[in-house]
């Protein structure tokens, strides 16, 4: 399997056939269609991470030392967004996702979406799913 | 006079970007409006030329600095017509002006069990001063409703007033709805009891002539930078026997008269309100801006802004796919939207990158999203300085929105 770093470099490349700010949210509308679905009972406030603009709901478990992720959320380029941050982070090791440094996020022109500003989830999601990945790691080394 | 909008759309610089290679179609005035030229030009000649700190020095820079401080305050005054010009203290703006109401008539004047009344649609800065207030004194916030076309329920006011009812502080045009409150029937009802009454104007200074001594109401506050001012500035208007009366917020230098450690006597009012170095230049940028207002005419702003209204609500509803949040029939150029089935944070995320500046969210007042139970809506707010064509191109790129999202 490809690692964090291979991955990141797919999207990139993939991302740079695009010309238009409109043919990208179009790639991620249809992304958003591909979302692993998040199981109904995990759609509920304790899942949830709460933005001004948009929801997240995230549930991570853990299988063979990996994290395995899915989420969804209300608004579909969110989603789209989150999508891709699951085909990076998600079936990894904690070690992976704690190291992992999400700089395709910026070099595909999506930074402004992760600003603390923004308040559409996507920059806490980002941090929960570091948070499970150290709280996994610790478990992990107790064990 | 004509209204030029050629002529007005020249002096705001910023309208001539473009933002990801497209024309910036800048319909976020509610949360901020564009600086013109002269405004712009004070500020610069201020930092190049005149910068000095005002009613402090002995020298010829910080005296012409507080001449103009002064007579920005002269101007503010003029504007709303206030009786005298100590009336007006300059603050950081809407926001900060209503923390210093709320904290310096509370102090005075609010203790256990008495009760301040706002509206359901207020700001969230007409909002948690008042419940930061009533949590310190034990008092109690009560709410005008208002119905679902956005028309505040003023019939309410009178049983809603008890003897125990300190003050009533209420918003002029919902930053959300668009509605224009009948504050004048509010402040009579109000005063009827003899009970002060705050007007949150931050979102109808620049729209409409607001006369302070005409509608009799006891405090007032706007923000520069709504009224094509700069950041950081602002005002709270109160009537001379009210700000008297009150205890300063904040303490340090200027707001004294007389400091030893065993004892402080305060400065005159307005100063024993402005205390530290004001932003005066922010003062003198904010009163350029109303000069400028006073240049196009208040009454032209106005009227082509509601024609702006008008033309927007109708082509919003021709779409046939859009639901406005707020139908007052007396509004101001303010739109809250959803588009059916697109969800409005991907809706704002398009049309930023097709140019259109929108605010999509709560617009800081959850209590109105509350109301109508949605998370929030896509927000148009108008200026004079927009025009029927870029309405036309929001809502074709409105049907754009819905055809890639659903």
């Known amino acids: 399997m490809t690692n964090i770093q291979e991955v990141q470099r797919e999207i990139v490349n993939e991302f740079t056939l695009f010309d238009d700010w409109m043919e990208r949210y179009n790639y991620l509308i249809e992304l958003s269609k591909d979302l692993p679905v998040i199981d109904a009972k995990y759609k509920k406030n304790d899942y949830l991470i709460r933005g001004c603009q948009s929801k997240v709901w995230l549930n991570a478990e853990y299988k063979d030392h990996k994290i395995i992720l899915t989420a969804d959320s209300d608004a579909i380029i969110t989603k789209g967004i989150i999508a891709l941050l699951i085909r990076v982070l998600s079936n990894r090791t904690p070690q992976e996702i704690?190291?992992?440094?999400?700089?395709?996020?910026?070099?595909?022109?999506?930074?402004?979406?992760?600003?603390?500003?923004?308040?559409n989830g996507l920059l806490s999601m980002i941090k929960q799913i570091k948070l499970y990945a150290i709280a996994y790691d610790a478990k992990e080394k107790k064990n | 006079m004509s209204f030029d909008i050629d002529k007005i759309r020249n002096d705001f610089p910023v309208l001539g970007e473009k933002v990801y290679n497209k024309q910036l179609i800048y319909f976020d005035n509610g949360a901020t409006t564009q600086k013109p030229s002269p405004v712009i030009e004070i500020i610069n000649k201020y930092h190049s030329k005149l910068n000095s700190s005002i009613h402090r020095g002995v020298h010829f820079l910080s005296d012409q600095a507080t001449n103009d401080y002064e007579d920005a305050r002269k101007k503010v005054a003029e504007f709303i017509n206030a009786e005298k010009s100590s009336e007006i203290i300059f603050t950081s703006g809407s926001t900060g002006s209503i923390n210093m109401l709320a904290f310096s008539f509370g102090e005075k004047f609010v203790?256990?069990?008495?009760?301040?009344?706002?509206?359901?649609?207020?700001?969230?800065?007409?909002?948690?001063?008042?419940?930061?207030?009533?949590?310190?004194?034990?008092?109690?916030?009560?709410?005008?409703?208002?119905?679902?076309?956005?028309?505040?329920?003023?019939?309410?006011?009178?049983?809603?007033?008890?003897?125990?009812?300190?003050?009533?502080?209420?918003?002029?045009?919902?930053?959300?709805?668009?509605?224009?409150?009948?504050?004048?029937?509010?402040?009579?009802?109000?005063?009827?009891?003899?009970?002060?009454?705050?007007?949150?104007?931050?979102?109808?200074?620049?729209?409409?002539?607001?006369?302070?001594?005409?509608?009799?109401?006891?405090?007032?506050?706007?923000?520069?930078?709504?009224?094509?001012?700069?950041?950081?500035?602002?005002?709270?208007?109160?009537?001379?026997?009210?700000?008297?009366?009150?205890?300063?917020?904040?303490?340090?230098?200027?707001?004294?008269?007389?400091?030893?450690?065993?004892?402080?006597?305060?400065?005159?009012?307005?100063?024993?309100?402005?205390?530290?170095?004001?932003?005066?230049?922010?003062?003198?940028?904010?009163?350029?801006?109303?000069?400028?207002?006073?240049?196009?005419?208040?009454?032209?702003?106005?009227?082509?802004?509601?024609?702006?209204?008008?033309?927007?609500?109708?082509?919003?509803?021709?779409?046939?796919?859009?639901?406005?949040?707020?139908?007052?029939?007396?509004?101001?150029?303010?739109?809250?939207?959803?588009?059916?089935?697109?969800?409005?944070?991907?809706?704002?995320?398009?049309?930023?990158?097709?140019?259109?500046?929108?605010?999509?969210?709560?617009?800081?007042?959850?209590?109105?999203?509350?109301?109508?139970?949605?998370?929030?809506?896509?927000?148009?707010?108008?200026?004079?300085?927009?025009?029927?064509?870029?309405?036309?191109?929001?809502?074709?790129?409105?049907?754009?929105?819905?055809?890639?999202?659903?």
């Not at chain 1, 704690?98 to 308040?119: H, M, V, W």
């Not at chain 2, 207020?122 to 679902?148: S, Y």
């Not at chain 2, 959300?176 to 200074?205: C, F, W, Y």
């Not at chain 2, 500035?233 to 026997?241: A, D, M, P, S, V």
Request: proline letters at 3%; glycine letters at 8%.
């Open chain 1, 98 to 119: 704690i190291n992992a440094d999400l700089k395709f996020i910026d070099e595909i022109g999506l930074k402004q979406n992760l600003s603390p500003t923004r308040a």
């Open chain 2, 111 to 406: 203790s256990e069990g008495d009760e301040i009344i706002i509206t359901e649609m207020e700001h969230h800065a007409n909002i948690v001063p008042w419940q930061m207030l009533c949590e310190r004194k034990k008092a109690k916030l009560k709410i005008i409703p208002f119905n679902d076309e956005g028309i505040l329920q003023t019939e309410s006011l009178s049983t809603l007033i008890t003897e125990k009812t300190k003050l009533v502080s209420v918003i002029h045009i919902s930053n959300t709805l668009g509605t224009i409150n009948p504050i004048k029937n509010i402040i009579e009802i109000a005063h009827r009891q003899s009970i002060p009454v705050m007007i949150d104007a931050a979102q109808s200074i620049q729209h409409l002539s607001v006369d302070v001594q005409e509608l009799d109401c006891d405090f007032l506050v706007f923000s520069g930078h709504k009224a094509y001012g700069p950041t950081g500035i602002g005002i709270l208007y109160g009537k001379e026997k009210w700000l008297e009366n009150l205890p300063p917020y904040q303490g340090g230098g200027d707001m004294v008269d007389i400091v030893t450690f065993e004892n402080t006597t305060y400065n005159e009012v307005p100063f024993k309100f402005e205390a530290g170095t004001t932003n005066y230049i922010g003062a003198i940028g904010m009163a350029e801006a109303l000069r400028y207002i006073e240049s196009i005419g208040l009454e032209n702003i106005g009227k082509y802004e509601t024609e702006l209204m008008h033309y927007a609500t109708k082509k919003l509803k021709e779409t046939g796919i859009v639901t406005i949040y707020g139908n007052a029939p007396e509004k101001a150029s303010i739109l809250s939207f959803l588009i059916d089935g697109v969800h409005m944070a991907d809706a704002g995320m398009m049309f930023d990158k097709l140019g259109i500046a929108v605010r999509v969210g709560t617009h800081c007042a959850q209590t109105v999203m509350q109301h109508f139970n949605i998370d929030g809506t896509v927000r148009a707010s108008m200026s004079m300085y927009n025009t029927k064509e870029e309405i036309d191109y929001l809502c074709q790129t409105i049907h754009q929105v819905k055809a890639m999202l659903s």
